[in-house]
Structures are given as structure tokens and as C-alpha cells.
């Protein structure tokens, strides 16, 4: 799952290098995908209306259901950016 949200995000955002995929296993099959990118790409990830980061929830939940796994998918420098525009 790592290797194709890596492919997913790269391909959305122009600073392809600041890309980085953190992930963390808990118990009972629960594994968080942290995603961080640079601040000028995240409403790129994000997209309009939250389109395009649910779309990748969606994808998530569909793989983890073929493996087992319960997949939340976070967005690091989006949560920050958000709280401070409300």
C-alpha cells in the first residue's frame, strides 16, 4: 500500500521530492499512512471539496479490504494548514 500511495501523491504534486510516506502498523490490522508534502502541494493532495484525498481513502479501504487491513490515510502539513484558515 506504501508503494502506491507514493505513486499516487508523486504523480499529483510538482515537488516530487518532498514526498514522504510514513507508516505505522497498530494492533488489530490498523495501519496509519501519514502522508507529508510540501506546503505548496498540499491542496493539490487535498484537492477541490476534498475530492481528491477521499478518493484516495476510498482506494485505501478497497486494498485493505483485499489484505485484511483497516487503512487511515492522513495528510500531515494539510491538518495544519486547515485549523489555521477556520
Excluded: C, H, P, W
Excluded at 12 to 25: F, N, P, Q, R, W
Amino acid at each position: 500500500m506504501e508503494e502506491l500511495l507514493q505513486f499516487l501523491i508523486s504523480n499529483l504534486v510538482l515537488d516530487k521530492d518532498a514526498v514522504a510516506i510514513k507508516v505505522t502498523e497498530k494492533e488489530d490490522n490498523y495501519v496509519d499512512l501519514l502522508i507529508s508534502v510540501a506546503e505548496d502541494d498540499i491542496g493539490r493532495v487535498i484537492g477541490r471539496q476534498g475530492k481528491i484525498i477521499n478518493a484516495v481513502r476510498t482506494l485505501a479501504k478497497a486494498v485493505g479490504i483485499k489484505n485484511g487491513k483497516k487503512y487511515s490515510v492522513e495528510i500531515l502539513n494539510g491538518e495544519k494548514k486547515t485549523r489555521q484558515n477556520n
